[in-house]
């Protein structure tokens, strides 16, 4: 696999592609519950849970996500959800198979 990373809201995400390929990484992750070392500065969460760094960890829903990303720099023309072009080859492959497929 490529091994390549991003950030997202649903944590951090690994292209799942294999190496070599051309234009954008890509990544999908189911959603559901993820969770995060909480970033307040003051003493409101109380989680019993910690990480190596002592921090409490807190936990938020996600949606699921799809999401492609260019090879070089800079990262615009970030694409997510229904709008990646893997997602545009599944639909075009669905729709070449005919009505209720």
């Known amino acids: 696999m490529c091994e390549r990373r991003i950030s997202t809201e649903n944590g951090v995400l690994t292209c799942d592609l294999p190496k070599g390929h051309d ?3 890509h990544a999908i992750h189911a959603g559901g519950f993820v969770a995060f070392p909480d ?4 003493e409101s969460n109380q989680s019993p849970i910690r990480n190596e760094k ?3 960890i807190a936990g938020h829903h996600v949606e ?3 999401i492609e990303w ?3 720099a800079p990262l615009q023309h970030v694409l ?8 545009k080859e599944r639909a075009v492959a ?3 198979l005919g ?3």
Do not use: M, S, V
């Not at 970033?39 to 003051?42: A, G, L, R």
């Not at 997510?80 to 997602?87: D, F, L, P, Q």
């Open 23 to 25: 234009g954008h990484h």
């Open 39 to 42: 970033q307040h500065k003051d």
């Open 54 to 56: 002592g921090e409490a």
């Open 64 to 66: 699921p996500l799809e």
């Open 70 to 72: 260019p090879q070089e």
């Open 80 to 87: 997510r959800n229904e709008n990646t072009n893997a997602a």
């Open 94 to 96: 669905k729709a070449a």
């Open 99 to 101: 009505p209720g497929a």
